[in-house]
């Protein structure tokens, strides 16, 4: 799932296979555990966060049976679990440290002046 929060840096989300109990509260092949990489890439550089998220107790309302998870469904979950607040910090921290990486790659050595 691709997503920006300004017009130059695309965030994506990638998912590892997710921990999965075969049988939960009723429920079959529930997922219990997801391990998460944001990726934030802007200019040509790119930096990212691991995020680990451990899911609660499935819930009757909400709960998608695993053979129609999708990553938007998945990737949903961390906002879910940590709140809108700490994802939008997430990624205002990996556009610093783009700002950072792309200031650093712009630099250049030039000689001293003093140097002559």
């Known amino acids: 799932m691709d997503f920006s929060i300004n017009n130059a840096t695309v965030f994506e989300w990638s998912a590892s296979p997710p921990a999965v109990a075969t049988s939960m509260d009723g429920f079959t092949n529930v997922v219990t555990h997801v391990d998460y990489i944001l990726t934030a890439t802007r200019g040509g550089q790119g930096t990212a966060m691991p995020i680990a998220v451990d899911l609660p107790p499935p819930d009757a309302n909400t709960f998608v049976a695993f053979n129609s998870l999708t990553l ?40 001293a002046p003093w140097a002559n």
């Open 72 to 111: 938007d469904i998945v990737s949903g979950w961390v906002t879910d679990v940590y709140g809108s607040d700490f994802v939008n910090g997430w990624m205002q921290s990996l556009d610093c440290q783009l700002d950072k990486l792309i200031a650093a790659n712009s630099a250049v050595i030039m000689a």
